[in-house]
């Protein structure tokens, strides 16, 4: 079975900031997709950034972006220029091949005006 | 934008009654999910329906769940009879033939 850590249960960031969410996960297959959804307060999980596992390159979504780290097994997630909208939840998730969404514990984030 | 809507949005239940939530998934989507958040943790997998049928489930998804796509656009999930440990929130997804799941808004389960 996968398993998906956050190890990061709550996160600060001052608006206009940078700050990275970390994500580790556990697998023995080689092919995958890996993901952060952002859970706004009263609101349903949304997509933010998606990263498929056969691709080196790290994938980028407008002030969103992932490191990538095949070998090391960790997916974190960077915020460009923190705005007060992306205070929110934020699930790291990694789907196989079973068709399985599995998820992290959460990293709460809160961006300070 | 389509989205997947579930209904209702809050339930509030006696302990030993039966619950039904619903979910109206994307409509061409051909993956549908159920996922529960017990306050303050993480999102757990209950169950995934492929075809007409179930083609994953975890250990959470006893005997007392059960869904259904009763006709051809709602996906249901049953509570038999409800425990204090339902309590929580219960999220339906759905996906195409892409690994994108789209979630709803939730549906909050109390159990009494």
């Known amino acids: 079975a996968q398993t998906v850590t956050q190890s990061q249960p709550e996160m600060s960031v001052q608006e206009a900031e940078t700050v990275t969410l970390s994500c580790t996960y556990d697998?023995?297959?080689?092919?995958?997709?890996l993901f952060w959804y952002k859970q706004p307060p009263s609101r349903q999980m949304i997509l933010v950034i998606r990263?498929?596992?056969?691709?080196?390159q790290n994938a980028t979504e407008n002030r969103f972006s992932v490191n990538f780290q095949k070998a090391a097994k960790s997916f974190s997630l960077k915020i460009s220029d923190s705005q007060l909208g992306d205070t929110a939840m934020y699930f790291c998730?990694?789907?196989?091949?079973?068709?399985?969404?599995?998820f992290g514990g959460g990293t709460r984030l809160m961006v300070k005006p | 934008e389509p989205e997947v809507t579930q209904t209702p949005s809050h339930q509030v239940t006696q302990m030993g009654q039966e619950v039904i939530l619903r979910c109206v998934p994307i409509?061409?989507?051909?993956?549908f999910y159920w996922y529960r958040q017990i306050l303050g943790q993480k999102v757990e997998f209950l169950v995934s329906?492929?075809?007409?049928?179930?083609?994953?489930k975890s250990e959470i998804f006893d005997d007392q769940f059960s869904v259904e796509r009763p006709d051809g656009s709602n996906f249901t999930l049953k509570i038999r009879s409800t425990k204090l440990e339902d309590s929580a929130m219960y999220f339906c997804?759905?996906?195409?033939?892409?690994?994108?799941?789209?979630f709803g808004e939730g549906s909050r389960l109390t159990v009494l």
């Open positions: 990263q498929e596992a056969y691709k080196q």
């Open positions: 329906f492929y075809n007409n049928e179930i083609s994953e």
């Open positions: 997804a759905s996906r195409e033939g892409e690994v994108e799941l789209f």
């Open positions: 998730a990694f789907f196989d091949a079973g068709n399985m969404l599995t």
């Open positions: 409509s061409n989507h051909l993956y």
């Open positions: 697998t023995s297959e080689n092919n995958y997709y």
